[in-house]
T-cell receptor, first 116, second 111 residues
Framework: DSGVTQTPKHLITATGQRVTLRCSPR?????VYWYQQSLDQGLQFLIH???????AKGNILERFSAQQFPDLHSELNLSSLELGDSALYFC???????????????FGPGTRLTVL | EDQVTQSPEALRLQEGESSSLNCSYT??????LFWYRQDPGKGPEFLFT???AGEEKEKERLKATLTKKESFLHITAPKPEDSATYLC????????????FGKGTRLSVIA
């Protein structure tokens, strides 16, 4: 158990819908990262928040957005869902601002999103 | 061009048959190289961080090494419970760059 929690574990929805994925980081970790994992693309970085502020963006679609709240939990919002958005979505957390050298990333169990 | 390339894509070993997984990377400056283990349907589990060429780290049957262009994950006398996908990730030195992951090596250890 990494100490990172994600809800829900599974989500099945229809195209065009909007969903929210939730992540609680390990106690004491200030950084939260979101990743998307699909069979063909591997693990792709989406976005990084540190202590409530956005710090880095990867290949995140405009239909996707995220935020980190004062209690440090984070939410990833996915809207106008398409079939291709079906994937595993992982949240990870680390102590410091930088992923490496100041703390390794610890991953949650993921949310499996299925868009029908 | 991929920054991180892992080989082989899949590896099947008999129990006790030692082998190595490879992770080659192309970054201008390396802050850290990370190894993770991922079981099906679960989140990656952190194994090691390597920072500089020549560095080695060990954990049970696993040993990770780092050169200037690649890292190896050596598995000694593997057991069926070592079956998993092993992911390698790198982070560049400059700025707050995210981890870049390879596509992984899927390891199967047969009893």
């Amino acid at each position: 158990d990494s100490g990172v929690t994600q809800t829900p574990k599974h989500l099945i929805t229809a195209t065009g819908q909007r969903v929210t994925l939730r992540c609680s980081p390990r106690s004491g970790d200030l950084s939260v990262y979101w990743y998307q994992q699909s069979l063909d693309q591997g693990l792709q970085f989406l976005i990084h928040y540190y202590n409530g502020e956005e710090r880095a963006k990867g290949n995140i679609l405009e239909r996707f957005s995220a935020q980190q709240f004062p209690d440090l939990h984070s939410e990833l919002n996915l809207s106008s869902l398409e079939l291709g958005d079906s994937a595993l979505y992982f949240c990870a957390s680390s102590v410091g601002l930088l992923a490496g050298g100041e703390g390794e990333q610890f991953f949650g169990p993921g949310t499996r999103l299925t868009v029908l | 061009e991929d920054q991180v390339t892992q080989s082989p894509e899949a590896l099947r070993l008999q129990e006790g048959e030692s082998s190595s997984l490879n992770c080659s990377y192309t970054v201008s400056g390396l802050r850290g190289l990370f190894w993770y283990r991922q079981d099906p349907g679960k989140g990656p589990e952190f194994l090691f961080t390597l920072y500089s060429a020549g560095e080695e780290k060990e954990k049970e049957r696993l040993k990770a090494t780092l050169t200037k262009k690649e890292s190896f994950l050596h598995i000694t006398a593997p057991k069926p419970e070592d079956s998993a996908t092993y992911l390698c990730a790198v982070q560049e030195t400059y700025g707050n760059t995210p981890l870049v992951f390879g596509k992984g090596t899927r390891l199967s250890v047969i009893a």
